[in-house]
Every structure is written in structure tokens, then in C-alpha cells.
């Protein structure tokens, strides 16, 4: 009697461990009226906008929600929040940031844009039931953890005050004057050459008088003539 039931007992444990073993797999079931929120632990931001998605499992009869994202380890700045029923979505979003919230079914998800490196941290999803009672909300998460890279700084050419159409038109006049002065220049010196050698070339055809016929009826204002420049040419 004994060793039959020790042939049974064993065969017993045995079919239990097979059905604990089992049943393990299975994650236990959700207790009624309670929210758990799952978010992915890291978000690297390269174009300075941000997609985080909050997924939430909640079992109870809730008709009136309200989700919210919020900055910190302490959780102490709420960057935007939705808050949604069977009839209308309300969001909202700190001034501080460039966010919206958008309700999926199982999930919501914040989208956040013109992000800058200083903003760079832990964010964290709140979900809550506020009707019917009672009031619910998940416990805190994880947290995604949102890394903003720094935005390449871009040189920019310093751009001209003056058109470049304005430019060209104000050189190409001076050039034109220029070139005009220089014109009349050329002339005028070319002239002044010119008189300057007929000047030179031109010879006093006034008559001079000898000395000793000063007196000789010749007016008081000929000038005397000197003739013994003309004597190696005399016959």
C-alpha cells in the first residue's frame, strides 16, 4: 500500500512541477483599476525632434484620461500633457518647449521639436484616470532617457549691404569718368604742347635802327639794331 503510494505521489509531484513550470511563463494578470507604462530607455535627437511614445495597459472601466510627459529625475517640470474622453482631446504644452500629445489606443505619444542640447534628460510618462472613481495613475517608470545632439554650427557668409547690381552700376560710372577725365586731359596737354612750340619757333620781325642813325627820323620807339652781326656776310 505504501510503495503504491509512493509510485503515485511521485507521478503527482511530477505532473504538478510540469503545470508550475508551465503556468511560469505567463507574466501574472493585472490587478483590476491599475496602470503600468512601458517607454523605450533611450532616445538619441540628431535633428532636434523627438518622438516619444508611451505604451500603458489598463484593466478598469475609466472614461475620462489625461497623459503627461515630464522632465527630471524628480520629475519636476511637465513638459505638455493630453487629457482625452468618449467626446474630446485637450493638450497643452509648457511654454518652454514645442510639444503635442496624441492618444493611440494602448499608447500616446508626445512629440517634441526644436530641441536643443540643453534639454538633454530623463522623461518620464504619467498616465491617470480621472473618472470614474477612484483616481489611478501608473507607478513611475523607467524613464526615456533623450539625448540631444549638439546642432553643427553653420558659417554664413556676411551678406553685402549694397546689391551687387547697385555695385556695378556705381563702378561702371566712375570708370566712365575716368575715363572722360582722362580724355579731356590728353587734349588739353596735347595742345598746351603745341602752342608752347609755336611760341618757341616764332621770331621778333620789329625793325631796329643803328646807332648812329638814332636820329635820323626813325620813331623814338624802334629799337636799335646791332648790325655787326651781318658783317661776315657783307661783300
Known sequence: MEQSCM??????????????????????????????????????VANQTATLVCNYTYNGTGKEFRASLHKGTDSSVQVCFISWNTTKIISNSNKEFNCQGNHDKDKVIFN????????????????EVLYPPPYVYNEKSNGTVIHVKEAPTQIQEPQSAVPLWSLATVTGILALYSMLITAVFINYWQKSKKSMY???????????????QKNKGYPSYAPTRDYTAYRSWQP
Not at 517634441?112 to 498616465?127: E, L, V
Not at 609755336?198 to 648812329?212: E, G, I, K, L, W
Open 198 to 212: 609755336h611760341q618757341s619757333d616764332y621770331m621778333n620781325m620789329t625793325p631796329r635802327h643803328p646807332p648812329y
Open 112 to 127: 517634441i521639436w526644436n530641441m536643443n542640447a540643453n534639454q538633454t534628460d530623463i522623461y518620464f510618462c504619467k498616465i
Open 7 to 44: 509510485g503515485g505521489c511521485v507521478v503527482l509531484n511530477l505532473i504538478l512541477h510540469f503545470i508550475n513550470k508551465c503556468f511560469s511563463h505567463f507574466p501574472p494578470s493585472l490587478p483590476e483599476n491599475k496602470i503600468l507604462v512601458a517607454q523605450h530607455p533611450l532616445l538619441i
